[in-house]
């Protein structure tokens, strides 16, 4: 009987299973998405406009233009901070100590790390709200090369990096070799955002290099994100399958804005977009 009853069973279950699979066969398969929208590029360009051109204090013509119909209310308000706020403000500073002279007497100061390290910062905030002043980054230029410390180096290539001093270049280049992750992940943020096709090399060696930092390896991959070059390119197709899911990922995003296409994680279409002679362009 139970015989009979599996027997009877046997053609049900063919019929089940048949069904399945013409089912799954007739699912229609999502492809990977490959080229990105108009408007993924916009956001794209706009994005990487901001990000080199960094930040910068508003002129007042800036903020006026900025301010739209409230450009009255804006003028009275540079007009109060003119004559009320900002003399209350500087004798509060010059009471404490905080002056920019002071602190560039602190970033001078090779002796103390902590201090020098501490004018520098404020010396930005300095520069944030006054411009740039070339004295003042040509020294920091010369500090990035040369401290024995390794977090008064990292200190000058921040500061670098956030007003865009293209002199920071080649130390950034030569501080990726520097034997302290910090220095090597500052050198490499200042080359993201100041572009140069002569970091390239290092950028490419130091992401491939599975034994480096993780933090430092991202940094490179989103540096590379400015270039097309062939090497940069297969550096990051090359790392899409990377062990560390976080440097795969950026590799991504940094191959979505160089092409402006998105193969996901698929290295072999990724391989045979970025192989071709003439790549398509929006």
């Given amino acids: 009987m139970n015989l009979m009853r599996l027997t009877g069973i046997q053609p049900i279950l063919f019929l089940s299973v048949a069904a399945l699979l013409g089912g799954c066969a007739a699912t229609p398969v999502n492809t990977p998405h490959t080229t990105l929208t108009a408007a993924e590029i916009t956001d794209i360009k706009h994005e990487q406009a901001q990000r080199l051109a960094g930040q910068h204090k508003l002129t007042a013509g800036e903020q006026l233009v900025q301010s739209g119909a409230w450009a009255p209310v804006v003028l009275v308000g540079m007009g109060l901070d003119f004559v009320i706020v900002e003399p209350i403000a500087l004798g509060f500073d010059n009471l404490t100590g905080n002056t920019e002279k002071h602190a560039a007497l602190m970033m001078v100061n090779a002796d103390q790390p902590d201090q020098s390290r501490e004018g520098i910062f404020r010396i930005a905030e300095f520069m944030q709200d006054e411009g740039v002043r070339p004295a003042y980054t040509n020294y920091l230029v010369i500090i990035a090369r040369t401290s024995k410390d390794y977090t008064v180096r990292a200190a000058a290539l921040r500061v670098l990096n956030e007003f865009r001093v293209r002199q920071v270049v080649p130390i950034a280049i030569e501080d990726m070799e520097y034997p302290q992750p910090l220095v090597q992940l500052e050198a490499a943020k200042a080359l993201a955002n100041i ?75 990724w391989q045979a977009f970025v192989d071709q002679p003439i790549r398509p362009t929006p």
């Fill in 195 to 269: 572009p140069d096709t002569t970091a390239i090399p290092v950028l490419v060696r130091h992401l491939k290099d599975t034994t480096s930092n993780a933090d430092v390896r991202i940094a490179c991959a989103d540096a590379l994100r400015n270039f097309t070059q062939p090497d940069s390119l297969d550096a990051l197709t090359a790392t899409l399958g990377d062990m560390d899911f976080s440097v795969a990922y950026q590799s991504r995003q940094s191959l979505r804005i160089a092409t402006f296409h998105d193969f996901q994680y698929d290295r072999l279409q």
